[in-house]
């Protein structure tokens, strides 16, 4: 049986986070914490803290760190503690890697490892822009890397229907990835201080990722 541990995901969008959180859910019975989806989640079901969310970032605003804490800190009482945790897109900043520090200690817990998904800015520019979807299962496809084996119909569940997300254009990428090196790559100094940073290649194919994040996991 593995070992529980207590990781963080770390690169910019499109590095292949969300990827390799979910081969380690499958694998070793981890759970993810994405606040993006937490929070979208929330908004979805119409709770409280969804409806307040909505409004917030309707108007632009940035999510207040101490809710999103007190949200987060919800969904690991949740969980058992012999499930480990992948925490994918938090924190971001600074204040966030203080208040996940609480949150861990408060609850018995502590971070083992930081994981950084390193990218080229290019070839991940190429690799987000390229993206499309499923519109029915969610199956995901790229114009170069994996188009469906017969054009114009998913693998997986037949539909023709497929979407790509507004966003996934060259300028916002190249904006996320500037927001990522200003306000994320920050975090990475108080972590390395604490010996628990370890890089992976995140432009390997997703296969050979997989196995370097397994080897700095350990059994």
Known sequence: MSKTLNIILLGPPG???GTQAGLLVDTRGMV??????????????????????????KAGKLFPDELMAEILGEHMDAI????????????????QVELLDGLLASRGRKLDHVVELVVDEDALVERIVGRFTCASCGE???????????PGVCDKCGSTEFK???????????????????????ILPIYQARGLVS???GMADIDDVTKAIADILGA
């Open 15 to 17: 590095a292949g986070k």
């Open 32 to 57: 993810q914490l994405s606040t993006g989806d937490i929070l979208r989640a929330a908004v979805k079901a119409g709770t409280p803290v969804g409806k307040m969310a909505d409004e917030i970032m």
């Open 80 to 95: 058992p503690l012999e499930k480990g945790l992948i925490f994918d897109g938090y924190p971001r900043t600074a204040p």
């Open 140 to 150: 995901g496809y790229h114009d170069t890397f994996k188009q469906p084996a017969r």
């Open 164 to 186: 790509r997300r507004p966003d996934d254009n060259e300028e916002t990428v190249r904006t996320r990835m500037a927001e990522y090196r200003a306000k994320t790559e920050p």
């Open 199 to 201: 890089r992976v290649d």
